[in-house]
């Protein structure tokens, strides 16, 4: 008996501890599964300037502040809000059938426009508006490695509190560059709203995937209605690179030009390197940036300009494991409106820097 007591109490130690061992393996697999790339959140980091083109004029720069979530197989997994899930369920497209996941964004946003002489403090009629936007912006998007939808909405403001003047003074005192001297003439205070959707389809996809060497072409549109960017666009994507993750290209437009999106599975451990070039047009119906105040009387009659723009984008892209950093170039064909000024040039760059959580 004293035999059976002490093999029983051995018996329940080994459980014990074979029980703790599993458990402890399991959440350490657990872990391991969270912290695949799929399964991390983002945050990013975008500055778009044309200092990086060596020029101070129209678009001359904008930042935003970016929370994408992880993967999910489907809405319901993500447990969203009332709201999220009415949008889910409501926009065309964002279903999440068949191999297809989702993500959801968020993100804080400016935009700043100049004319070419910011150290004149008279009106300039003849060139771009001085004009600030603050916005917040939410997206939503579905997508697997042969076609994306995604919808947003931006909410934002124009004029004076947009806070464009105090930050492009602070910059330009910091870079000892000229002091823009035209801030009294910025577009009026006014809200602003816009909703943007787009649709991207893969055409031909080939090569190793995440590991080895890959490529894609695809073609995309997009559409915005409201009074900071109303248009329709067109466009043609091409990725191709060693590491390439499945997905699509993110074009870092701001927040209302373009939809916020990580629309790729993320990235392993070791060093990706992969080359990005798009060509799109749009047909620009109206922007408070180059047409003026749309609810107040403006303090620029806006310009007179094309509705076709033409531009491409030329992008370097660099990951490994948590951290990626990307460099856009965009570039347009031409000017489409008149400017008084020969040097003003729509041309700008742009750093992301993200981190993986």
């Known amino acids: 008996m004293r035999t059976l007591g002490g093999f029983s109490r051995a018996l329940f130690v080994m459980v014990v501890v074979c029980t703790t061992l599993g458990m402890e393996a399991a959440e350490e697999n657990e872990e391991k599964k969270l912290k695949a790339p799929e399964n991390r959140n983002l945050w990013r980091l975008e500055w778009d300037n044309d200092a990086f083109v060596h020029t101070d004029n129209a678009f001359t ?24 899930g009415w949008i889910s369920r409501t926009i065309p497209g964002l279903g999440d059938s068949g191999d297809r996941v989702v993500k959801r964004g968020t993100g804080l946003s400016q935009i700043m426009m100049t004319p070419e002489d910011v150290s004149n403090p008279d009106p300039q009629p003849d060139d771009v508006p ?27 403001i124009l004029g004076p509190y947009s806070l464009a003047e105090q930050f492009q003074t602070h910059i330009h005192n910091w870079i000892n560059a000229d002091e823009p001297l035209g801030w009294d003439n910025q577009l009026k205070t006014e809200p602003l709203l816009n909703l943007n959707y787009a649709y991207k389809h893969k055409l031909v996809s080939g090569g190793d995937y995440g590991r080895g060497f890959a490529g894609d072409l695809a073609v995309g549109g997009q559409a915005g209605l409201g009074n900071l960017f109303t248009f329709a666009e067109l466009s043609l994507e ?16 701001p927040p209302g030009r373009g939809i916020m999106l990580n629309p790729t599975e993320g990235v392993s451990a070791k060093i990706h390197v992969y080359f990005s070039v798009v060509a799109r047009v749009s047909a620009i119906a109206y922007t408070v940036f180059l047409d003026g105040n ?3 009387e403006s303090p620029h009659p806006g310009l007179d300009r094309d509705t076709i723009f033409r531009e491409a984008v030329f992008g370097v ?16 064909n031409d000017l489409p409106f008149e400017s008084a000024n020969p040097r003003t040039d729509l041309t700008w760059g742009n750093i992301t820097l993200e981190y993986r959580f």
């Not at 979530?69 to 489907?74: A, R």
């Not at 892209?317 to 347009?332: D, E, I, K």
Request: charged letters at 15%; aromatic letters at 22%; a positive charge.
């Open 238 to 253: 091409a990725r191709f690179g060693w590491g390439l993750p499945r997905g699509f290209i993110n074009t870092a437009d």
């Open 317 to 332: 892209h660099v990951a490994s494991g948590r951290f990626s950093a990307h460099f856009n170039f965009n570039a347009y």
């Open 294 to 296: 749309t609810f107040r």
């Open 61 to 84: 720069n904008g930042w935003s502040l970016q929370r994408h979530s992880h993967q999910y197989d489907g809405w319901d997994e993500m447990e969203p809000s009332r709201f999220s």
């Open 130 to 156: 001085w004009a600030g936007a603050l916005g917040w912006t939410e997206s939503w998007y579905a997508f697997d490695n042969r076609r994306l939808n995604a919808f947003q909405i931006y909410a934002g």
